[in-house]
């Protein structure tokens, strides 16, 4: 009888009607917290902190985007990363107790770890900053990747093998697509439906309370 090599053997099929453990990611903003509270909170320090104005209601109206972009409407061009940086160390002290957890981001979690699958959070935010807000509300990702925007959100939803990705900003939109991620929007934060849809989301829903159902339909698809 001829020697066997040792070889590996094929992965095997998952059983019928079941699929691989899925990683999911999720938005932070708007998407798993409502943290305009604390932002507004902060941004009324900061603006007393340096001196210059900052309309707060406006800037939490437009979460999504990189700090640096908010700071350009109030800050010279050359002035933008010394007060990013200082705003970023003011965040914990101002921001972190007023923020809430958004309806439904601890059973979207849970949903995926029903699944056997993993969550991670992948967020513009400075990622020390998006650690603690996680650490305080008691929610717990898999992986905290922070300091991305749109389609650079990509790179980590790669990294981490995502297969979905929700968010409330058409850059999460952009960020799933541009990952190959299925683009799960929820409209909790400043983008309407029909924005979200325009953008290219597959599924738009109100809130997270809906995710855990789609999950369950989009698993039991796939």
């Known amino acids: 009888m001829a020697h066997m090599a040792n070889v590996t053997p094929p992965a095997q ?11 999911v990611g999720f938005d932070l ?7 305009r509270p604390g932002i507004r909170a902060c941004y009324v320090a900061l603006a007393e902190r340096t001196g210059t104005y900052v ?16 700071l350009v409407n109030w800050f010279p061009a050359e002035r933008v990363e010394e007060v990013a940086e200082l705003y970023r160390a003011m965040y914990p002290e101002y921001a972190i107790a007023p923020t809430l957890a958004l309806p439904g981001a601890r059973d979207a ?45 990509a790179l ?19 960020g799933a697509r541009t990952a190959g991620a ?9 983008c309407d439906a029909a924005e979200l849809r325009e953008a290219g989301a597959d599924t738009v ?18």
């Open 13 to 23: 099929p998952a059983p019928s009607g079941r699929t691989a453990a899925p990683t």
């Open 29 to 35: 903003d708007m998407t798993l917290i409502d943290s």
């Open 55 to 70: 309309d707060a209601d406006l800037a939490v109206s437009r979460l999504g985007p990189p700090l640096v972009e908010e």
């Open 109 to 153: 979690i849970a949903a995926v770890r029903a699944r056997g699958g993993r969550a991670v959070v992948v967020t513009a935010k400075y990622e020390p900053n998006a650690k603690l807000h996680l650490a305080h509300l008691g929610i717990e990702p898999d992986a905290v990747i922070g300091d991305l925007w749109a389609e650079q959100k």
């Open 156 to 174: 980590a939803l790669r990294e981490h093998g995502a297969s979905v990705y929700v968010g409330d900003h058409t850059g999460d939109v952009r």
């Open 182 to 190: 299925v683009s799960v929007a929820v409209a909790t934060g400043p």
């Open 205 to 222: 829903l109100t809130d997270l309370t809906e995710f855990p159902r789609w999950f369950s339909d989009y698993c039991s698809d796939n």
